[in-house]
């Protein structure tokens, strides 16, 4: 079921294709579907904040931990800044980081799952964290992402710089 906050809806989807034997009922991390490099994820969401002098990219991935537990992780790249006067844009780093954070829930049938990432220090252009607390290990089939993000920076912290876009929806597929 797609979900509309006013205007803002976004579906994507994510396949992850599995080759193998493995019995359809398996879970998840019985067919590697969520782990390394193999985690499904949301495609990139591209923003910018209202006065266009703060930019990142954020994708959702549905991960396991070395305990099997399910995680949520985002991921942000590029995040810049627009530099003053001149207009080139400059990479977060250490003298001018971004701040950013992340919550939602992730839904499976009638099965729903809160999550949250808190504040986040980042001192490079790419950064990655995962949720706080854990989420049943994840079984084949459709998970909806509630996403919600907001970042300050990096340089700049005024209203007009904060990149805050609203709640976002996505539709992962895992196996």
Not at 9 to 29: D, E, F, K, R, S
Not at 52 to 80: F, H, I, N, Q
Not at 135 to 161: A, H, K, M, S, V
Request: with cysteine; net charge negative.
């Amino acid at each position: 079921m797609r979900r509309i906050l006013g205007s803002v809806a976004v579906l994507v989807t994510a396949m992850v294709a599995l080759v193998g034997g493995v019995p359809a009922g398996a879970t998840a991390a019985a067919r590697g579907a969520v782990v390394g490099d193999q985690a499904p994820c949301t495609e990139q969401y591209k923003w910018y904040s209202p006065g266009y002098w703060t930019y990142v990219k954020v994708r959702v991935c549905l991960t396991m931990d070395d305990a099997g537990d399910g995680r949520v992780r985002v991921e942000t790249a590029d995040s810049s800044y627009k530099g003053e006067g001149h207009g080139i844009w400059h990479d977060a780093d250490p003298s001018y980081p971004a701040t950013w954070s992340a919550y939602g829930t992730v839904a499976n049938g009638d099965a729903v799952f809160g999550w949250s990432i808190d504040e986040q220090r980042q001192t490079s252009p790419d950064g990655q964290a995962d949720s706080t607390g854990s989420l049943p290990t994840p079984d084949c089939g459709q998970y909806d992402i509630e996403l919600n993000f907001r970042q300050t920076g990096p340089r700049w912290d005024e209203p007009r710089d904060v990149i805050d876009p609203g709640t976002q929806y996505a539709t992962v597929v895992v196996c």
